[in-house]
């Protein structure tokens, strides 16, 4: 089955640490940018970070940059969330999402077309 | 950050009906949009990319089009299963920014 399953949420104190991973299945991991996607508590999305397929082009969010850290092994079919540092607006729940490549024969798009089921994260004292 | 603005936020509709939500950028964004469902407490689900190509497996009544900074969700014939919030979303640069999200009840 083609999935994504995250792991790794909880309630941390502000300025404390988690770590997400999310695990492919199904596909070919290695071929696919990989992103984190948040949303705060009936709040809308918000774009965290992407890494492309041999992680040598990484993007933050400015909020986020220099606190979390994504990384990915493609040996595990897995993709990471290093968050450090974190505060009370980084509660969220935590999507990670495939980034695919769609072209028509001229033009390049990218959307994310495979979700998992997210896990949350709780920042609070 | 390029800034996307959905409206309206909200809207109610009855089934049959024919619904539009509209997006703007804040600069031009050539045809670099996407437009994703999420219904309560699932995960997005990707509709249209590149402003108007309809996802694989996602009904024909769905409809996108635009470019450079006017955009717009059009789903034909609403369905009870349409009752969702729609979120645009551009991958011209970064950071990728979402619009707030319209929700629409039937």
């Known amino acids: 089955e083609v999935q994504l399953v995250e792991a790794g949420g909880g309630l941390v104190q502000p300025g404390g640490s988690l770590r997400l991973s999310c695990v492919a299945s199904g596909f070919t991991f290695g071929d696919y940018w990989m992103i984190w996607v948040r949303q705060a508590p009936g709040k809308g999305l918000e774009w965290v970070a992407n890494?492309?397929?041999?992680?040598?082009?990484?993007h933050y969010l400015d909020s986020v940059e220099g606190r979390f850290t994504i990384s990915r092994d493609n040996s595990k079919n897995s993709v990471y969330l290093q968050m450090n540092s974190l505060r009370a607006e980084d509660t969220a729940m935590y999507y990670c999402?495939?980034?695919?490549?769609?072209?028509?024969?001229?033009?390049?798009?990218?959307?994310?077309?495979?979700w998992g089921q997210g896990t949350m994260v709780t920042v609070s004292s | 950050a390029i800034q996307m603005t959905q409206s309206p936020s909200s809207l109610s509709a009855s089934v049959g009906d024919r619904v539009t939500i509209t997006c703007r950028a804040s600069?031009?964004?050539?045809?670099?949009l996407a437009w994703y469902q999420q219904k309560p407490g699932k995960a997005p689900k990707l509709l249209i990319y590149?402003?108007?190509r309809l996802q694989s497996g996602i009904p024909s009544r769905f409809s996108g089009s635009g470019s450079g900074t006017h955009f717009t969700l059009t789903v034909y014939s609403l369905q009870a299963d349409d009752s969702a919030t729609y979120y645009c979303?551009?991958?011209?640069?970064?950071?990728?920014?979402f619009g707030q999200g319209t929700k629409v009840e039937i």
């Open positions: 979303l551009h991958d011209y640069n970064y950071p990728r920014t």
């Open positions: 600069q031009d964004i050539r045809n670099d």
């Open positions: 999402a495939r980034d695919r490549d769609y072209y028509d024969g001229t033009v390049h798009y990218d959307a994310f077309d495979l």
């Open positions: 890494i492309r397929q041999d992680a040598s082009q990484i």
């Open positions: 590149g402003a108007s």
